[in-house]
Every structure is written in C-alpha cells, then in structure tokens.
C-alpha cells in the first residue's frame, strides 16, 4: 500500500508555544489529506479536509485560527497548533488520498500519528 | 446521518482460531465504499481490506474477508487463523462517492491469546 509519513512523531511543548507537525505522502500524490485528533481508546475524530492549493474546509467545533493547515504541495500538509494548550494534548493522525502506483484514489492511508504535550 | 455501528466493544480469540468482527452502517447512499482498518499498539492505523459497495462479490485479503451484506447494512470482518499480531483495535469505516470524509465505528480491541 500507499506510504505517508509524519513528523515529529512526538512533542512536548510549553504552554502558549507553537506546534507544527508535517504531514508527506512519500509514493503518492495527495490530492487531499485529512487531519484527525484521536483521544485514548476513542476512535478518529476528523477536524479538517484540505485540498491541494485551497484552503482547507474544518469540522464543526474545530478553530481554523487555532489549528492552521496547509497542503502547499501535492505531497505535504502541515498542521500548525497555536498558542497551545494542556488541553490540545492528544494523539493527532493524518491521513491522504490521491491516484498512484500502489494505491487505490478513494482510500485513505495514514500516517503514524504525532502525540503531543503540552506542558 | 450516516453511521457506523460496531456493537462489540472488545473481542478475544485464540491463536489460530476463527474471529469475526461486526459493523452495521446506515445510509441513504447506493454508491458508497467499506473499510476495515487496524490500529495495533503502535496506534498506526493500517488499511486491512476495502470493498465497494457496487460488488456483489466478498472483498478477501489473505485471512482476512468479509461478509458484505447490502441489504442488511452488514459488513463484517472474518480473520482466519488468528495470530497474535492481530491483537489490534479494528475500526469499520465508511465513505461515499460524493465525499472523501471516512466515517469509523467506535472500534472492537481484539486481543488474540496463545
């Protein structure tokens, strides 16, 4: 299958600090990629959508202003966490779709999550 | 609304043994595609098998298969001689043609024992 990677696997910041984590499709091209936030023993819950060069489309409940996504190429999206917070702590997993060798356009495959802390 | 329902929250089975794990969905939709995904201990989630809801024909991936029920709204996942890597969650997913968004299940954790 499809190979998508992200980085830091784990962060531990201070409170009010910034938090970005990288999202890449490494044998793909994404045409969309998909940001979850997955509390423990819970299943996936999707905060945004984002498209290639657009903007990304956010779940109801989820503040664009606090979690800043970007999909500049067809290979990465960024999730920045702003002034974090104890509260944003949580296990956050991305996931793309997209037309390639090994893959299937319609499914999504997942990248291994980034668990982050805020202290 | 479309939903996703797996009613058993955990599952055991032995090793080598038969297991089979259920996921009821709901939706208005004709078109529409089913996954099962996986998220062992690592919290990786890796996609298990996938079926298209136009087929009539059971998707199967070495020991893993399905029992796709349109009608019923019944997808089910069938893991043959268990192995003690499958102690995992599982999560059924479903999207539809319009959409790209996967809608999971709450999940079963399987554990398989030796």
């Known amino acids: 299958g499809a190979v998508v990677s992200q980085h830091p696997s784990r962060v531990i910041c201070k409170s009010g600090t910034s938090v970005k984590i990288e999202c890449r499709s490494l044998?793909?091209?994404?045409?969309?990629m998909f940001w979850y936030r997955q509390f423990p023993k819970k299943s996936l819950m999707l905060m945004a959508t984002s498209n290639e060069g657009s903007k990304a489309t956010y779940e109801q409940g989820v503040e664009k202003d606090k979690f800043l996504i970007n999909h500049a190429s067809l290979t990465l999206s960024t999730l920045t966490v702003t002034s974090a917070h104890p509260e944003d702590s949580s296990f956050y997993i991305c996931?793309?779709?997209?037309?390639?060798?090994?893959?299937?356009?319609?499914?999504?495959?997942f990248g291994p999550g980034t668990r982050l802390t805020v202290l | 609304a479309q939903t996703v329902t797996q009613s058993q929250p955990e599952m055991s089975v032995q090793e080598a043994e038969t297991v089979t794990l259920s996921c009821t969905y709901d939706t208005s939709e004709s078109n529409y595609y089913l996954f099962w995904y996986k998220q062992p201990p690592s919290r990786q989630m890796i996609l298990v098998i996938r079926q298209e809801a136009y087929k009539q024909q059971n998707a199967t991936e070495n020991r893993f298969s399905v029992n796709f029920q349109k009608a019923a709204k019944s997808f089910s996942l069938k893991i043959s001689d268990s192995q003690l890597g499958d102690t995992a969650m599982y999560f059924c997913a479903f999207t539809n043609y319009n959409t790209d968004k996967l809608i999971f299940g709450t999940g079963t954790r399987l554990q398989v024992f030796p």
């Open positions: 044998d793909f091209q994404a045409t969309t």
């Open positions: 996931s793309a779709s997209g037309a390639g060798a090994n893959n299937v356009g319609d499914t999504q495959y």
